[in-house]
Nanobody
Framework: QVQLVESGGGLVQAGGSLTLSCVSS????????IKWYRQGPGEQRALVAA???????KYAQSVQDRFIIRRDDAKNTAYLYMNDLKPEDTAVYYC?????????????WGQGTQVTVSS
């Protein structure tokens, strides 16, 4: 059972930056994919960024060139570096860990961290 704890959220002005962290209770080297999702007010949870155990990354178009996802398996920590933040980035951000199995994948979620961007 993987437990994930996010931190780093807060209130920031538009154009500012924040770095979110996601710490895993288990060896992150055993986790295949790390993803960051967000859920804004009245919206569905949506994928923001993802990174595989090989370091391959992908981003939602809305955050491309502004956000960077990284993982440091030695520290059991994943990061989401968020730059040039916009009010529409306001949301609860969730860390998600995927462990690929033979038949099914196991999904684990953190509790979320609030990011609020003021205009």
């Amino acid at each position: 059972q993987v437990q994930l704890v996010e931190s780093g959220g807060g209130l920031v002005q538009a154009g500012g930056s924040l770095t979110l962290s996601c710490v895993s209770s288990e060896d992150m080297a055993d986790i295949d994919d790390i993803k960051w999702y967000r859920q804004g007010p009245g919206e569905q949870r949506a994928l923001v960024a993802a990174i595989t155990d090989q370091g391959t990354t992908k981003y939602a178009q809305s955050v491309q060139d502004r956000f960077i996802i990284r993982r440091d398996d030695a520290k059991n920590t994943a990061y989401l570096y968020m730059n040039d933040l916009k009010p529409e980035d306001t949301a609860v951000y969730y860390c998600n860990a995927v462990v690929v199995g033979l038949n099914t994948d196991d999904d684990y979620w953190g509790q979320g961290t609030q990011v609020t961007v003021s205009s």
